[in-house]
C-alpha cells in the first residue's frame, strides 16, 4: 500500500513468454460446491460448469493429462497402491456385453466387480493433487494495525496485532490445515529493505517457499514454511504485478502434475510498474496490464484466488476484477459491490476470522474430485467405453458410480476432454470430498455403466 520514489527498471520475462510452455488446460467442472467461474473471454471450450473447484491437469502414471471438466472434491480420496488385481478376461460373467447401462436408473444400480470376468485389472487411484503458489505483500503498510494509517511521518503507530502479524498467523493456521499431497510454494513482495529503498530498487523477487509437495504434519517443507513467515519485515511499497508475475513463474518452473492456483494476499494499491515506476502518495499505477496478466495465467491453466486486506478500500474494484479474470469469482458479484469478486476484508469486524474464513475457503477450492484413469495391462488399447468407477466409503460397501451421459454432469462420473482422466460430480463427489477414508478404484474390461440425469 505505501509508495516510493521512482525506481530503477526491474527486467521481467515477457508473460507470453512464461505462459508458452505452461502446459495446463484452464477448465471449469462440474462440482459439489461454490462456483468459480472467470471472465467468459478467459474461459473457453469444454464440457459442463457447474459447482465446485478446478480442475485441468491430471498425473497418469508420469504423463500429463488436460481435460476439460474437473470438479471440486477431497484430495484424501482414493489413497492406496495400484494394480491390485490383473484378470484375464474370458468373456461372459459381470455385466459386460448383457446390458452394463443403468438407463435412467440411479447410479450404482449395477455393480461391476474386480471378480468379474470381463475386468482386466483393478486400480485404487488416488485424486490429482493441487499446486498454490502463496503471493503476499509484506509492504511498508501491514506493519500497521488494520484500520490505521499515519497522517505525519512522526505518527506513531498504536498498540495491537498488525496486519502483517494477522495474516502471518492466519496463513500458518490454514496451512497446518492442508493436506499432505498440496504442493506448495511462497514469495513476498516487495522483499526489500531500506538500503534497497536508496539505491531504487522497489522488487527483489525470491522464492521464500520453493514449492514442493508439503508431506506429513513434521516435514521439513511446513517448517520451512514457518520459518520464511516468522523472518518477514514489512517495508517499501506495492510492486503487485511484479510480485504477480513472479508467482506465475514459479508456478510454471514446478515440473509436477496438478490443478494450478494463485492466492494474492494484498491491503492496498498497486503503486508500482514492472519497471519500477513508482508513484507517491498511494497513487495507483495502472492496472491493465495486471488483469491482462490473470486473463492470460487462467487461459494457461492457472486460477487466481484474490484477499484484499484492510486497506485495499480504493482498490476494492480491480481486485475484484482481478479474482474475475483469474477465474475464481463468486456467484453474483460485481466489481463495483457491494458483493465483490475476491475477497474483502476492508468491511471484516475482525480481520483474523475474515482471513480465517477466507483462506478456508481457498482450500476447500483445492480439493479435487478428478482421478486418472489407468493404463490397461499389457499392449491392450484404452478403451473408453468399458471403464468402470468404484466407490467404496470408509467401512461401508462397494458400489459401483454410473457414467453420467447427460450434458451437464449432475451426478455420477464423466471423462475430461481428452478422456485421460474420470471426474465425480453431485453426491459422488460430495461423498467422495467429506470420507476421507474413503476409496475409488477403476476397473478396465467391462462394459460401462451408464445413466442419464434429467
Not at 484378470?87 to 435412467?104: K, L, M
Not at 517495508?235 to 490443478?259: H, V
Request: aromatic share 4%; charged share 20%; proline share 7%.
Amino acid at each position: 500500500m505505501t509508495s516510493a520514489p521512482n525506481r530503477s527498471p526491474l527486467r521481467m520475462r515477457p508473460l507470453t513468454t512464461l505462459l508458452s510452455s505452461v502446459a495446463l488446460a484452464a477448465l471449469l467442472a462440474p462440482a459439489c460446491s461454490g462456483s468459480v467461474d472467470g471472465d467468459a473471454s478467459g474461459l473457453t471450450g469444454g464440457t459442463s460448469a457447474n459447482a465446485g473447484a478446478l480442475n485441468s491437469n491430471a498425473a497418469r502414471g508420469g504423463s500429463s493429462a488436460l481435460g476439460v471438466g474437473g470438479n471440486a472434491g477431497s484430495a484424501n480420496a482414493g489413497r492406496g497402491g495400484s494394480s491390485v488385481l490383473v484378470v484375464p478376461e474370458t468373456g461372459g460373467g459381470g455385466a459386460d456385453e448383457g446390458g452394463a447401462s443403468g438407463g435412467g436408473g440411479e447410479a450404482g444400480s449395477e455393480l461391476i466387480g474386480p471378480d468379474d470376468a470381463c475386468a482386466l485389472s483393478t486400480d485404487t487411484v488416488a485424486a490429482v493433487p493441487s499446486i498454490l503458489e502463496l503471493v503476499v505483500d509484506t509492504s511498508g503498510s501491514m506493519d500497521w494495525p488494520p484500520g490505521w494509517e499515519p497522517v505525519t511521518p512522526n505518527d506513531s503507530k498504536p498498540p495491537g496485532a498488525t496486519k502483517w502479524e494477522i495474516t502471518r498467523e492466519a496463513l500458518a493456521t490454514a496451512v497446518a490445515a492442508l493436506d499432505a499431497d498440496v504442493v506448495l510454494g511462497a514469495n513476498f513482495f516487495p522483499n526489500t529493505t531500506d538500503d534497497d529503498d536508496d539505491l531504487g530498487i522497489c522488487l527483489r523477487n525470491e522464492a521464500a517457499l520453493p514449492i514442493a509437495p508439503l508431506g506429513p504434519a513434521t516435514s521439513s517443507e511446513r517448517e520451512a514454511f514457518r520459518t520464511a513467515l516468522d523472518g518477514v519485515v514489512p517495508n517499501g511499497g506495492t510492486p503487485t504485478e511484479g510480485g504477480y508475475r513472479f508467482g506465475l513463474e514459479e508456478l510454471e518452473g514446478a515440473k509436477l502434475a496438478g490443478n494450478r492456483f494463485l492466492l494474492l494476499i494484498t491491503d492496498g494499491t498497486p503503486t508500482c510498474t514492472l519497471d519500477c515506476e513508482c508513484n507517491d502518495g498511494n497513487v495507483p499505477v495502472d492496472s491493465r496490464p495486471l488483469l491482462a496478466d490473470a486473463k492470460a495465467a487462467l487461459a494457461g491453466g492457472v486460477h487466481t484466488f484474490v484477499i484484499g486486506s484492510p486497506g485495499s478500500e480504493n482498490t476494492r474494484d480491480v481486485l475484484s476484477a482481478l479474482a474475475r479474470q483469474g477465474g475464481t469469482a463468486k456467484d453474483d458479484c460485481s466489481d463495483t459491490g457491494p458483493v465483490y469478486c475476491h475477497f474483502d476484508m476492508t468491511t471484516e469486524p475482525d480481520l483474523a476470522t475474515g482471513l480465517e474464513r477466507a483462506l478456508a475457503d481457498v482450500a476447500a477450492s483445492l480439493r479435487t474430485c478428478e482421478y486418472p484413469v489407468p493404463e490397461p495391462p499389457g499392449e491392450r488399447m484404452p478403451d473408453p467405453d468399458r471403464v468402470n468407477v468404484l466407490f467404496t466409503p470408509s467401512g461401508g460397501k462397494t458400489r459401483t458410480i454410473a457414467r453420467d451421459t447427460s450434458s451437464a454432469c449432475r451426478d455420477g462420473w464423466q471423462y475430461t476432454a481428452d478422456e485421460q482422466s474420470i471426474v465425480l460430480c453431485g453426491d459422488a463427489c460430495a461423498a467422495a470430498k467429506s470420507d476421507v477414508g474413503a476409496s475409488v478404484q477403476v476397473v478396465l474390461g467391462c462394459k460401462t455403466v451408464t445413466h442419464e440425469v434429467r
